[in-house]
């Protein structure tokens, strides 16, 4: 009886000079901390699900490919939530994202950094690409820039019939004047406008959108066939399977014959298989040459959502080394415009 009542008063003791409001920290401590390891599970699950779509080439359902195109922002996520669950223990989790995120790391940051560039004597040429969102970009500025930069060969995506007028009106058969253009109403037009001489040339299977082929003859250089890109995109709600179709269909590099070139509006990015194939068959991307991969063409506002991506590209065969990429805003449209200046080998 006595050695009880010894040890209620000791308990009571302990208790006693302690205050209340520590006792209520020690109950809350353990749910919050069994609710950070829940939302830095669920953000590890969703991350390395993600991840492995990339790594292992997988276009998957429009959604997938749309989250694909986010690969960098995911990837500093990714490794900041990693390191943030290192930093409180979680160290399975923290690992394993941080792990993912490095191995992201290594296929993004290296756009931003500029690849040796061999020395080729030969032809110049200024690239210029854009989509012209239906129509709608303002010609005067174009032909003002194509003008002002010394372009040599312009590609169009969403070249509608008035935008042709337009363009003319503005000047542009002054300064290019040979042209293959295959205009359409609303976005399923394009064309080529070249200061050198024009044939036109069916390089592409028959699409949902028009891709101009031409053939360009240079002087004092070979010639090179450039095709204005534009597969329908993949987002649309009867699937991605077009997109898939079309960029497949573009043409590979020609080690025997003329130069290519692929300019235009790909909808995809460099983490996209289907562009990647194209890559791995040969084809250079200008901006990744000279280390500005990471520039966002679209959308050309400066808003947060969507969260801006690159998906105009100038694709070049191998052996034209890449001078300069400049992407700039059009006023009117939505994608911005993507200059690339590289040599064709005599």
């Known amino acids: 009886m006595n050695d009880g009542s010894s040890r209620s008063a000791r308990q009571r003791g302990r208790g006693a000079g302690r205050p209340a409001h520590v006792d209520t920290e020690i109950e809350l401590k353990q749910p919050k901390s069994g609710f950070t390891t829940f939302v830095l599970v669920m953000c590890a699950i969703g991350f390395v699900a993600v991840a492995m779509v990339r790594l292992l080439g997988i276009d998957g359902t429009r959604h997938m490919i749309a989250t694909t195109a986010l690969t960098p922002y995911l990837t500093a996520a990714g490794l900041l939530v990693g390191l943030f669950a290192l930093s409180r223990r979680r160290w399975v989790v923290g ?84 042209r293959v253009f295959l205009a359409e109403p609303g976005g399923a037009g394009s064309g080529i406008a070249s200061r050198f001489p024009l044939t036109a040339r069916q390089l592409t299977p028959p699409g949902t959108l028009q891709q101009a082929g031409a053939r360009v003859d240079l002087p004092g250089a070979q010639d090179i066939e450039v095709v204005s890109v534009h597969p329908l995109p993949p987002v649309v709600p009867e699937g991605p399977e077009a997109w898939q179709r079309e960029l497949a269909g573009l043409p590979s590099p020609d080690s025997t014959g003329a130069m290519r070139v692929l300019a235009g509006d790909f909808n995809a990015t460099l983490d996209h298989v289907g562009l990647t194939r194209l890559l791995n068959k040969g084809y250079v991307d200008a901006a990744d040459q000279v280390g500005k991969a990471l520039v966002h063409t679209w959308p050309s506002s400066s808003g947060i959502w969507p969260p801006p991506v690159t998906i105009d590209h100038v694709l070049v065969d191998p052996r034209c080394p890449v001078d300069t990429v400049d992407v700039f805003d059009v006023p009117g449209s939505d994608h911005r415009a993507v200059v690339a200046q590289f040599v064709v080998p005599r």
């Open 95 to 178: 690992l394993t994202m941080t792990l993912v995120a490095v191995v992201l790391v290594a296929n993004v940051v290296p756009r931003a950094f500029s690849d040796p560039r061999p020395n080729v004597v030969g032809q110049e040429v200024r690239l210029m690409t854009s989509n012209l969102l239906v129509g709608k970009a303002d010609a005067e500025f174009l032909v003002a820039q194509v003008k002002a930069r010394g372009i040599d060969v312009l590609t169009l995506q969403e070249l509608s019939p008035a935008m042709v007028a337009d363009l003319d009106r503005a000047g542009l058969g002054q300064v290019l004047p040979n």
